[in-house]
């Protein structure tokens, strides 16, 4: 599993992904403490995520379409978004 969490100017975005062999998101979650509008549009994000390669074309192509409908994230940019995707890491264990 990789994951990443992401500070914005007024919120923090914490993104949980799995890759495909081929380095295409299989399963995504994003979660945070951030309000969106509609809020079940975060659903609608994750679902058009699945499938996409994890590179700054596709995923920020994707994040723009979903803004351009209309979707309102206040003080949380495209750009936070698509920085929170490709910033996962490998997470770490700790004992």
């Known amino acids: 599993m990789l994951i990443n969490e992401y500070k914005a100017r007024k919120g923090l975005i914490r ?5 495909d062999s081929l380095g295409r998101i299989s399963w995504i979650r994003i979660t945070g403490d951030f309000f969106m509008y509609p809020e079940e549009a975060l659903l609608s994000l994750e679902k058009a995520l699945i499938g996409v390669k994890l590179d700054r074309e596709e995923v920020g192509s994707v994040i723009r379409r979903f803004f351009m409908s ?3 994230v ?21 004992s």
């Open 70 to 72: 209309g979707v309102k």
């Open 74 to 94: 206040p003080f949380v940019t495209e750009e936070d978004f698509i920085n929170a995707i490709l910033g996962v890491h490998h997470e770490t264990q700790t």
């Open 15 to 19: 993104v949980k992904l799995e890759l």
